[in-house]
């Protein structure tokens, strides 16, 4: 079954300082989708970055970029030079393909403080 | 550029009342998603429509139905509303399988 995994409930992170949340995932599928979104306080689900399972190149969108190792099943989210903005809960996503399943499964979240 | 629109943001209704809320996807998007968000949970799949059919189902109440119009918005009808229903919804669109899937800013749904 396809499942999507966060490690780290929360995390606290010193403001310029880089941060990586952790993401694993599991299916059998050999085509996927991964997602990362932001969601502060104020509820709106944002789009972060999008990494495709036959992408040969890690994903980038300006300070946010996406370790992706196929083997490992990883899909870690790094962000540079964090800000005070970057405080809020970010979920991991994977899409089956639509053959077997025409919805996004989501983790658990990882809320992260940053701290000034 | 164009996102996905959601109406109303808000929402207040009473118990067993009816609620339908709107999403109108990403022009060219052939695929919407529902998702329902309770306080602290993450994002559960309700259903989601392809190129204006049903293509998959979650773990949507048989009080709830949804479908998707000829211009692509979909809608969401809620009866026999309960306080558990109170929660944020979310309507997201994408173009395909294997692209971006970008979300509306959700309808808060209050129900007293």
């Known amino acids: 079954a396809q499942k999507i995994t966060q490690t780290q409930p929360g995390m606290f992170v010193q403001e310029k300082e880089a941060v990586t949340l952790d993401c694993t995932y599991d299916t059998s599928d050999p085509s996927y989708g991964l997602f990362w979104y932001k969601q502060p306080s104020s509820g709106e689900m944002i789009f972060l970055i999008y990494q495709g399972s036959y992408d040969q190149q890690n994903a980038t969108e300006g300070r946010y970029s996406l370790n992706f190792q196929k083997a490992r099943k990883s899909a870690n989210l790094v962000i540079s030079a964090s800000q005070l903005g970057d405080s809020a809960m970010y979920f991991c996503?994977?899409?089956?393909?639509?053959?077997?399943?025409?919805?996004?499964?989501f983790g658990k979240g990882t809320r992260l403080h940053i701290l000034p | 550029a164009a996102g996905v629109i959601q109406s109303p943001r808000h929402l207040i209704k009473e118990k067993r009342e009816t609620a339908t809320l709107k999403c109108y996807p990403i022009?060219?998007?052939?695929?919407v998603y529902w998702y329902q968000q309770g306080p602290g949970q993450d994002p559960q799949f309700l259903i989601s429509f392809y190129e204006k059919m049903q293509s998959d189902k979650g773990s949507i109440p048989d009080r709830f139905s949804a479908q998707q119009f000829s211009d692509y918005h979909s809608e969401l009808n809620m009866s026999s509303l309960e306080l558990g229903d109170s929660a944020l919804y979310f309507c997201?669109?994408?173009?395909?399988?294997?692209?971006?899937?970008?979300f509306g800013q959700g309808t808060r749904l209050t129900v007293v």
């Open positions: 996503a994977m899409r089956p393909p639509r053959y077997r399943d025409d919805k996004i499964i």
């Open positions: 997201a669109s994408s173009l395909e399988s294997n692209t971006e899937a970008f």
């Open positions: 022009p060219r998007h052939d695929t």
